[in-house]
């Protein structure tokens, strides 16, 4: 157990619908990354947040978008989903934002699947 | 650029033989280098994970070896047993902008034969 948690553990939704993953941190932890993985694709990163603030961002969709709250839980928010979003959606966590702190732990995904 | 390459795809080795996966970077600003062991329907699992500065790592079984000059680095797993059967990630990271950016190699399914 990495410490990491993700609700929910799956989601089916219909396309052009809107959803929320949400991710909780390791205690201590200030960064949350959020990665997509998927057959054709790979685990591929999308998004980090350190302490609320955006602090890079990889191959994420305009239609996508993440935010880290004070108590530093992150949600991922997908809209207007189309069927190429099916994956599994994963978020890690670190102490930093990549100084001393590079290793990430994480969570065990969130299965996303778009009928 | 910023592309890891990891190959092989897919790997079969007998119990108690080495499983060698390779992985090779082009950008040189990437100066963290993790390796992932993913078992199915779990998240990765950092396993061992190498700096630019430093030519080899071991960790019991596991081991990174690292060519700066070719950029290139491969994971060794010695003694390979059928509890490492799994799926193995090679990463390359570096701090970009304030932030911290991670690319993974394709994967590399392991099956260790009994």
């Known amino acids: 157990d990495s410490g990491v948690t993700q609700t929910p553990k799956h989601l089916i939704t219909a396309t052009g619908q809107r959803v929320t993953l949400r991710c909780s941190p390791r205690?201590?932890?200030?960064?949350v990354y959020w990665y997509q993985q998927s057959l054709d694709q790979g685990l591929q990163f999308l998004i980090q947040?350190?302490?609320?603030?955006?602090?890079a961002k990889g191959n994420i969709l305009e239609r996508f978008s993440a935010q880290q709250f004070p108590d530093l839980h992150s949600e991922l928010n997908l809209s207007s989903l189309e069927l190429g979003d099916s994956a599994l959606y994963f978020c890690?966590?670190?102490?930093?934002?990549?100084?001393?702190?590079?290793?990430?732990?994480f969570g065990p995904g969130t299965r996303l699947t778009v009928t | 650029q910023q592309q890891v390459k990891q190959s092989p795809q897919s790997l079969i080795v007998q119990k108690g033989g080495i499983s060698i996966i390779n992985c090779a970077y082009e950008n040189t600003a990437f100066d963290y280098f993790p390796w992932y062991q993913q078992f199915p329907g779990k998240g990765p699992a950092l396993l061992i994970a190498i700096r630019p500065d430093v030519s080899e790592k071991k960790e019991g079984r596991f081991t990174i070896s690292f060519n700066k000059s070719a950029k290139q680095f491969s994971l060794h797993i010695m003694d390979s047993q059928p509890g490492d059967s799994a799926t193995y990630f090679c990463a390359a990271s570096m701090v970009n902008t304030g932030g911290f950016k991670t690319i993974f190699g394709a994967g590399t399914r392991l099956f260790v034969k009994a």
């Open positions: 205690s201590g932890d200030l960064s």
């Open positions: 947040y350190y302490n609320g603030e955006e602090r």
């Open positions: 890690a966590s670190s102490v930093d934002a990549g100084g001393a702190g590079y290793e990430q732990y």
